[in-house]
């Protein structure tokens, strides 16, 4: 019976739901230790629930941080992944935030949080459907190849210029224009042009 009573306050939820949701649907702190107990829902992080009939996700990690912070755009390695452009699996999720705004505190799953500048935030963001319904905001492969090279140093030079040139290879004939473009847009030109002669010779 309190199952029952329970799944219908849930019917109104998302697949992936926080705390606050949860409590607007009438459901108590209480409520989803139970849930959780009885393998209802799964905690993905602090505060961010997912139901466990849910479609099948492999990106459990990318929804439970666009849930802890919804304004974050997935960027570097992890939007290099789901671009397909490098083998490696993150061991964190990459998130990027406005450069002076409040930094994401989450301790679980691992973040790394990187600081944009604002005028440039919000070029070439794409939304990535991470489960069946649900997207995440993720920078597109051509900013996300450009932003490698722009932070080789950081993320690795070998792994940014193997990213750019996999983008060379399967981008099509528009690839090259559309690096040059954004990379017009954040001052890059001069990084992302001999690395292109350089992946091309």
Known sequence: ME???LGHRMASLPPTFTTAQAREAGLSPRDLATLVSDAVVDELSHGVY???EAPETAHPDLLAVHARAPHAVICDESALALHEL???IPSAVHIAVPRGSVRPAISYPPVVV???????FT???EQYEAAAGEFVPVYDAA???VDAMRH???IGQTLALAALGRYLRTSGPDGIGDL??????LNALSIIRPAIEAVLA
């Open 50 to 52: 997912r139901q466990t």
């Open 143 to 145: 900013r996300s190849v």
């Open 152 to 154: 080789r140093h950081r």
């Open 3 to 5: 199952l029952s009573r």
């Open 86 to 88: 490098i083998d490696d």
């Open 180 to 185: 040059q473009q954004i990379a017009r847009e």
């Open 114 to 120: 990187a600081q944009y500048a604002v005028k440039n």
């Open 123 to 125: 070029l070439n963001i």
